[in-house]
């Protein structure tokens, strides 16, 4: 029979990138000055100044990928024949399949601490005696209860993936039977199957870089008798970061190779002989699943100068200066198995998570089979002084499965997480995905 060689092949791939470059202008130069005014006169000044800046990237993906890719040599059938040899010949049967999901990464990148005040100088000077004198000025001042972020960074990713993989490779079950007048030969050729399954899901990277303040000034200076002179200023940089993942994946491999199961039976009239190629199954199944990384840098620092001094006497003279900074950071990963389709977002920390673990099934199942194996030369009547032989060839099987997930980076002022989450995106704007296995160490 003629020596035949098929090879399937079979590949997917998918990608998702979001990535969002903020350049925020700072406030100009503040100058308010109370100066010259008569006696008895009331003078006020009122400045609010409110600079906001929020990122939201948000990414979806739901992913099913169901594969079957076969390569098929064998189930050749020589019967019946009378007056010659027999021979079956297969040629090697190779089969692979390749799943590559690259799913949900976010890139915020918001310079200049998303704008920061410059110089600010605030002069109550030169008002006559018994005046009333009064500078307000507020920087970003929340007036809720608990501080409301000015500068907002929010990160979310689902993604809900679903690999059912199926290889098969086979140049076996071939049968030579009831066969008269001379030698019958099986021989098959090696067959392989593999499978490889990557899965690449939910990254984000958020960065607050760092920038100075201007000059700070306040000063109350040469007021009359009895003036009553006041400076209030509160400057105020809240910032809150969230970065949420949600990853559901399930991996189903099923990988074969076959070169046996092969008969020689009934036959007369000369030797029977099998001899199996080798069968190798291979899966590799990696999934890296949820990683975040926010830097901020040390933000709107300010150089000061406050000074009270000449004025009248009996005068009343007071600068209050409230210098205020909060920094939310909340980083929230859930990784589950089995093929759950649905989260909630936005979700709550990781402790209020409604997952007990009583119901989640396993991320992978995998089974490679290898096998020259289960030949049967039976019932064959030939030349007395060569037997029947069978010769197997070698059968190998190899899985390799590997799950990273949810790790967390963090890090403010001048530390730089290490390694840097911006070393890990390639020159197209893609994630290198072999950074996750730097920072697995560094699971949060």
Known sequence: MKDLVRKVAVGLASTALVAQSLVIPSFAEITVVVSGNGSDSNNDANIDINNATQVNQ???????????????????????????????????????????????????VVEDCGGCPGDLSVVISGNGSDSHNEVDVDVNKSHSKNPEPNKWIQQTNT??????????????????????????????????????????????????????????????????????????????????????????????????????????????GGTTSIDTGDAEAGAMVDTMANFNAAYVADCCLFDGLVKIAGNGTDSENDVDLDLASSLYTAQDNELACGGREEFPFPFPLVSEFPFDGHHRQDCNEVEALADSGKNDAEDNTGDPEHDPSIDTGNAATTVEVATSGNSNVFSTGDAMPSPSPWDSWEEDGSMNWWFWFLTGSMEG
């Open 159 to 268: 993604a809900n993936v679903t690999n059912d993989v199926n290889v098969k490779a086979n140049s076996g079950y071939n049968d030579a039977e009831d066969n008269t007048g001379g030698d019958v030969e099986i021989n098959t050729g090696e067959a392989t199957a593999e499978a490889v399954v990557v899965n690449q899901l939910n990254a984000n990277v958020a960065w607050l870089g760092g920038s100075n303040g201007g000059a700070l000034e306040l000063i109350i200076s040469g007021n009359g008798s009895d003036s009553d002179n006041d400076i209030d200023v509160d400057l105020n940089d809240n910032v809150g970061i969230l970065q949420n993942n949600y990853a559901n994946v399930s991996n189903e491999v099923d990988v074969k190779a076959n070169s046996g199961k092969n008969d020689a039976e009934d036959n007369t």
């Open 58 to 108: 948000s990414n979806t993906a739901n992913v099913s990928n169901n594969v079957n890719a076969s390569a098929n040599t064998g189930g050749n059938d020589a019967k019946d024949n009378t007056g010659g040899g027999v021979s079956i010949d297969t040629g090697d049967a190779e089969a692979s399949a390749t799943v590559v999901n690259t799913v949900n990464s976010n890139e915020a």
